[in-house]
């Protein structure tokens, strides 16, 4: 795949830097793309605990961190950025980034993010559920539905306790049974949710065990980025 273009896939930890690129390379070969997507990882934390301390840095430190981590790629041909991370994207303005690196690259930088998605998500419904890493992440996904709809209700938790234990690699039904997630699920439904929004990248790891559990619509943001990188790049 000499020809492939290549896609720097950036995240907050190095186990969901490696699901996104895993993520990529599978819905690759789901919609047959020629000539296919190189991913390339990129981690801009070394574990929770570092990717947490990034989202409550001042913005001189995250668009140090960022620079390091665009400036490379991009020397290496790189023009699409795939942010495979609720948290970062909710803690950075890479909406804003984007276009200062296309003036500062003389590059079209096209960078895809789950918050992008999230404010088109707010126009379909008027009561959300969310599930996200941390209540940072949440406000911040709030904010973007409420950016398409402002009378959205959303129905929001954070809990750091199952990326925990996705990053130590127990197994999904464990995670479940640990976390509590069957009586959360049964909390947005009572309050009226029409769908859940899997607010975190991690958490489509245990989305099967999710939908055992409840009959509510499950939307994985990542879906929707990797439509909007195909159109870009076709």
Do not use: W
């Amino acid at each position: 795949m000499s020809d492939s273009i290549k896609i720097a896939v950036i995240a907050g930890t190095p186990v969901d830097t490696q699901m996104g690129v895993e993520y990529i390379e599978r819905k690759t070969h789901e919609a047959g793309f020629e000539p296919g997507f190189m991913p390339l990882y990129c981690p801009a934390a070394l574990d929770c605990d570092d990717q947490v301390k990034f989202q409550y840095s001042d913005d001189d430190e995250k668009r140090a961190i960022m620079d390091n981590i665009f400036d490379q790629v991009i020397q290496d041909g790189v023009s699409d950025f795939f942010i495979y991370c609720n948290s970062l994207s909710g803690a950075f303005d890479f909406d804003s980034y984007a276009v200062r690196k296309s003036i500062d690259s003389g590059k079209d930088i096209r960078i895809y993010t789950p918050l992008q998605v999230y404010r088109k998500l707010g126009s379909a419904y008027d009561r959300i559920g969310v599930m996200a890493a941390n209540n940072l992440s949440a406000h911040a996904i709030e904010e973007a539905l409420m950016a398409a709809n402002p009378d959205i209700y959303m129905i929001g938790t954070g809990n750091m306790a199952i990326v925990r234990a996705i990053e130590d690699d127990l197994s999904p039904g464990e995670i479940v049974d640990k976390c509590g997630i069957g009586d959360l699920l049964r909390y947005f439904e009572a309050c009226g949710a029409e769908a859940l929004l899997l607010g975190c990248t991690h958490f489509p790891y245990i989305k099967e065990e999710i939908e055992k559990l409840t009959d509510l619509l499950i939307i994985d943001p990542a879906d929707e980025m990797f439509e909007a990188l195909l159109k870009a790049t076709r």
